[in-house]
Nanobody, 126 residues
């Protein structure tokens, strides 16, 4: 059974940094794209960042470009999200996701992803 477990969220002040981690278990995803999405209260799920299997292709939403960095570590079957210069509007539950099929792409649409974690809360105070 595939499981994704996120960690690293918390309460920080504007301008601070956080590093989110997501560890997958149940199978390896070395050939699969992985991504981060987020959902703020009363808002729809929003794409944040995605990475292809070798991180050769990455995409970021305009709202986080230049501040967030997605990375992967195959040895740990993990994906990370380094978040710098956090803003109050970054407050949300952050979810990692992985696509079941192997592909060289890094999709940005939520429906492309098959497995999801439970989420980790990030709260940024002003």
């Amino acid at each position: 059974q595939v499981q994704l477990v996120e960690s690293g969220g918390g309460l920080v002040q504007a301008g601070d940094s956080l590093r989110l981690s997501c560890v997958a278990s149940g199978r390896t995803f070395h050939s699969n794209p992985m991504a981060w999405f987020r959902q703020a209260p009363e808002k729809e799920r929003e794409f944040v960042a995605s990475a292809s299997w070798n991180v050769g292709t990455t995409y970021y939403s305009d709202s986080v470009k230049g501040r967030f960095t997605i990375s992967r570590e195959h040895a740990k079957n993990s994906v990370f999200l380094q978040m710098n210069n956090l803003k109050p509007e970054d407050t949300a539950v952050y979810y990692c996701a992985v696509k079941a099929a192997a592909t060289r792409e890094a999709p940005i649409e939520y429906y492309e992803y098959d497995y999801w974690g439970q989420g980790t809360q990030v709260t940024v105070s002003s």
